[in-house]
């Protein structure tokens, strides 16, 4: 399994629009084989389950870890965030004379924006596959921020992000949960849009050191935050004042290319959401869900949670696929198996435990999902075909939502395929365009 990146050309796209390729794009060579990787995504979203898991029951998105100072330059604390992503998107920083084109990771689930920052002492940076690495010195419109000048660009946040005496430097320090970690300070450069030109200016983590924790990967140079936008945030959706996001997930293993777009909305928004503020948990797009059925068959839901303002359901990009609290899942996945109405394999792969054994070549016909938000009505309706609700793999279908021990739900990125997602922070709401992008 293998693609040649390089092959990548995004067409010119309007300001604040951004090509968008699934992760599995850049990873198909270290697999040799669909259900290897597939089994990698898995592994992935269970490990960002843990940890939202973590962050949920504490109510806080940062954790004290105890580090040393590095002359003056990181902070004494540093928080953990997470880091798994199921999306790549394309940026192009700085101008004509020194344009660097980036592949950063996406996440509706974090905050800061981040890249490798060169010329790197030795060690400190991580070999990038596909892209030659971001140099400051070359760089016209790159600034270092200074915390006491410029004070409203250095957001301070206890154990995350301090203002340095040693050259008034605006530092940070963040650890992932998976081991990894970038230090650096905050700077600012320019986007350019292709298009028409414009440049945004963008204040971005310059990360000077990614090896003193777990090695990235080398198929990205950083990681865009997507957050929900909120004063004082370094999130995309915060600096470019977007209350409008736009994004529509590729299909998994697709060579397709899709976008994510700021201001404006490419999709329709006949369906809809409510967004629900959780003054604990601001960065994540909680929603209103209100029932859930199979085919016509309801899965009760606790009683007042989907009207609840500390809501228990959020939509994030980041997990693989949908997570249900214990006691939820048990009657969704029983009512789903009888929807169903076939034997179930005896011996499922470890992470699934209802999964069907088919003949070659026959696809069987499988219960669908609808869930409906705030109200059970036509324009409140998310439907989940059947491709969206069992995943294949080692030649079983089985069903691809998964329990936990939290109390809430997440609506995954698997849920979400070739559905164009439309963030409106100004009326609160998630609109749903089916099949709005798809498989390539």
């Known amino acids: ?18 090509a968008l390729y699934s992760r599995d794009l850049f990873e198909k060579s270290k697999f040799k084989d669909y259900d290897s990787l597939l089994e990698n995504k898995i592994a992935r979203s269970q490990a960002r389950a843990k940890h939202l898991a973590w962050i949920l029951e504490s109510g806080n998105v940062t954790r004290p870890h105890e580090s040393k100072r590095d002359n003056g330059n990181v902070p004494k604390t540093t928080s953990v965030q997470f880091l798994n992503a199921e999306y790549i998107a394309t940026f192009n920083l700085g101008t004509d004379d ?8 996406v996440d509706t689930g974090s905050d800061l924006v981040w890249w ?48 340095s005496s040693y050259e008034n430097t605006c530092v940070y320090d963040y650890n992932y949960e998976d081991g990894g ?71 998994f293993f697709t060579t ?12 329709k928004r006949k369906t809809s959401a409510k967004l629900l503020p959780n003054p604990a948990l601001p960065l994540f797009y909680f929603v209103n869900l209100f029932k859930v059925f199979i085919n016509d068959k309801e899965v009760p839901l606790p009683r007042n949670i989907g009207n609840d303002m500390n809501s228990r359901y959020f939509v994030d990009t980041g997990a693989t696929f949908s997570f249900f609290p214990k006691g939820i899942y048990k009657v969704f996945r029983d009512t789903f198996r009888k929807e169903a109405g076939f034997p179930l394999y005896k011996s499922p792969p470890s992470q699934f435990d209802t999964c069907y054994k088919a003949d070659p070549g026959v696809a069987p016909d499988f219960p669908t999902v609808k869930m409906y938000f705030g109200q059970q009505k036509p324009e409140n309706l998310l439907f989940l075909a059947e491709r969206l609700v069992v995943v294949h793999q080692q030649g079983l279908f089985c069903l691809a939502f998964m329990s936990w021990k939290n109390p809430v739900t997440i ?30």
């Open 1 to 18: 399994m293998s693609f040649d990146i390089t092959k990548l050309v995004d067409p010119p796209m309007p300001s604040y629009t951004f």
């Open 98 to 105: 020194h344009k660097f084109k980036r592949y950063l990771l």
């Open 116 to 163: 490798q920052c060169g010329p790197c002492s030795k060690n400190k940076c991580y070999e990038q596959k596909n892209e030659p690495l971001y140099d400051l010195t070359k760089s016209r419109t790159y600034q270092k921020v200074n915390c006491r000048a410029q004070s409203t660009k250095c957001l301070l946040r206890p154990k995350i992000i301090e203002c």
């Open 181 to 251: 970690r970038t230090k650096g300070w905050i700077a600012e450069d320019v986007i350019t849009f292709v298009l028409d030109q414009k440049t945004e200016r963008i204040l971005f983590g310059c990360g000077r050191d990614q090896t003193s924790g777990k090695p990235f990967d080398g198929d990205f140079s950083g990681i865009a935050g997507l957050g929900r936008r909120r004063a004082g945030g370094y999130s995309l959706p915060s600096q470019f004042g977007a209350d409008i996001m736009a994004i529509c997930l590729p299909d």
């Open 256 to 267: 397709g290319k899709s976008t994510i777009s700021f201001h404006i909305s490419p999709f």
């Open 411 to 440: 609506i995954g990125s698997y849920q979400l395929q070739g559905v164009g997602l439309t963030f409106d922070t100004a009326t609160d709401t998630l609109s749903f365009d089916i099949d709005a992008c798809g498989a390539d």
